[in-house]
C-alpha cells in the first residue's frame, strides 16, 4: 500500500467561467472531506488572479484518490463543471518532515 501524500490541484478556469468552476470545486468539498481516507480537502482561490483555484488535499494511499476520482460526486463534477477549465494541474507531494 502506497504512503499517505499531500496533493496540490491547480486549476485555471476558461475567461468567463470562474464562478461555474467556483461552484462545482465548492459542491465537492463536503463529500470529499467524508470520504475514507481523505483527512484534508480545502479550496482556495488566487488573490491576484481569480481565475485560479487551488485544492489542498491529504490522502491516505494513492488507490483512495483514485476511488476519489471515480465517485459520483467527482464524476458530476467533471461532467457540470470540467469543461470551465482552461488548465490542470496535480502535484503529488510527500512529506519530509
Known amino acids: 500500500m502506497s504512503k499517505p501524500f499531500t ?4 486549476l485555471i478556469a476558461k ?3 470562474q464562478d461555474l468552476l467556483e461552484q462545482g470545486l465548492r459542491a465537492l468539498v463536503e463529500p470529499s472531506r467524508a470520504e ?3 483527512s484534508q480537502y480545502d479550496l482556495h482561490r488566487d488573490l491576484a488572479d481569480p481565475q485560479v483555484f487551488y485544492v489542498i488535499e ?3 494511499s494513492e488507490a483512495i484518490l483514485e476511488a476519489h ?6 464524476q458530476h463534477f467533471q461532467a457540470s463543471a470540467g469543461h470551465a477549465i482552461e488548465h490542470f494541474q496535480l502535484k503529488r507531494l510527500g512529506a519530509i518532515a
Open 36 to 38: 475514507d481516507g481523505c
Open 69 to 74: 476520482n471515480a465517485s459520483a460526486h467527482f
Open 58 to 60: 491529504h490522502w491516505a
Open 15 to 17: 475567461p468567463g467561467q
Open 7 to 10: 496533493a496540490i490541484a491547480t
